[in-house]
């Protein structure tokens, strides 16, 4: 209930951000910008505060579970975003960031709390396997919103709409930056992820090892990591693909393969863990495997590998 009540708390903080950003459509007062940076440093750091209290309570977190990795995902969005307030003040990207970063924690309340398959591997590969996925993750996360800012900006150049005060986006030449790089940047973390979680995978099962590359969550990062892979190739060996509306729209791809990835992730895996501890129950009566709602699990070869 205490650790509920800290994500209740950090989220509404962040809501009232939300707030605060749509009402600078209409209102431009240096007051609303600094209430805007305060309530979000609120909200912050009371995020850091209960990330550090997961990892108190398990050296793994905070990327041991799909609950954590949504929520460590979400506070990275949160520190860019306070970033973007001291740098650029007058811009409206809060308005993209917030309510992604908000949809990280939504998330983070359906997801799994228990181990991930994973980290049950070498805690040097495990742990490099969480920090790949979730960076990659980001990446992808901001060249989505950097396309659909450029769609947008380019939309209303087309139709030659006036600029706006009160909705300032980035350049083009600026959006276009991000949307190539992300792609780039994303196959790197996102192969890193894939493949050291297979070296962690043959490391936990010996010699005799094998991939499971029937696994649904296997399938799912395979086809987000071709993915990556194709539009990369198609954006270098085609020279149109590395600039305007083409590359925006490759990120859009990568954010719908994302979603489909973390779906499977998050609910393909935690419907696999239950099955796995139901039958290790009917093994192992009167123990519970499971852990608490939002708590990690530590098992007898956890605390052995610590």
């Known amino acids: 209930m205490q650790l509920g009540i800290q994500v209740t708390c950090f989220a509404a903080s962040y809501a009232i951000a939300v707030a605060l950003e749509v009402s600078g459509l209409w209102i431009r007062t240096e007051w609303r910008r600094w209430l805007l940076l305060a309530v979000t440093a609120v909200g912050l750091v009371a995020h850091t505060w209960y990330l550090g209290s997961r990892v108190a309570e398990a050296p793994d977190a905070p990327l041991a579970s799909h609950y954590d990795w949504f929520l460590a995902a979400a506070w990275l969005v949160v520190v860019v975003y306070v970033a973007i307030l001291f740098y650029y003040p007058k811009s409206s990207l809060g308005l993209m960031l917030l309510p992604m970063m908000l949809a990280l924690v939504g998330a983070s309340q359906f997801a799994s709390s228990e181990t991930i398959t994973s980290f049950q591997a070498p805690r040097f590969w495990g742990r490099i396997?969480?920090?790949?996925?979730?960076?990659?993750?980001?990446?992808?996360?901001?060249?989505?919103?950097?396309?659909?800012?450029?769609?947008?900006?380019?939309?209303?150049?087309?139709q030659k709409l006036p600029p706006s005060d009160r909705f300032r986006l980035p350049s083009l030449e600026l959006l276009e930056q991000v949307n190539s790089r992300s792609l780039g940047i994303s196959l790197v973390l996102v192969g890193m992820g894939f493949f050291t979680g297979i070296i962690g995978r043959l490391a936990l099962e010996g010699e005799q090892g094998m991939v499971p590359w029937s696994d649904p969550v296997v399938i799912s990062l395979a086809?987000?990591?071709?993915?990556?892979?194709?539009?990369?190739?198609?954006?270098?060996?085609?020279?149109?693909?590395?600039?305007?509306?083409?590359?925006?729209?490759?990120?859009?791809?990568?954010?719908?393969?994302?979603?489909?990835?973390?779906?499977?992730?998050?609910?393909l895996d935690s419907l696999h863990d239950k099955g796995q501890g139901t039958g290790d129950r009917r093994q192992e009566t009167g123990s519970s495997l499971r852990a608490p709602s939002h708590s990690l699990a530590s098992s007898p070869d956890r605390r052995q590998r610590a």
């Open 129 to 158: 396997h969480g920090i790949c996925l979730m960076l990659g993750t980001v990446v992808v996360i901001f060249g989505f919103l950097a396309g659909l800012m450029y769609l947008l900006q380019s939309y209303r150049l087309k």
């Open 223 to 267: 086809a987000m990591l071709g993915w990556l892979i194709t539009a990369e190739v198609f954006r270098l060996v085609y020279p149109a693909a590395r600039q305007g509306r083409k590359v925006a729209y490759l990120t859009l791809a990568a954010f719908v393969f994302l979603l489909i990835t973390l779906a499977s992730v998050t609910l």
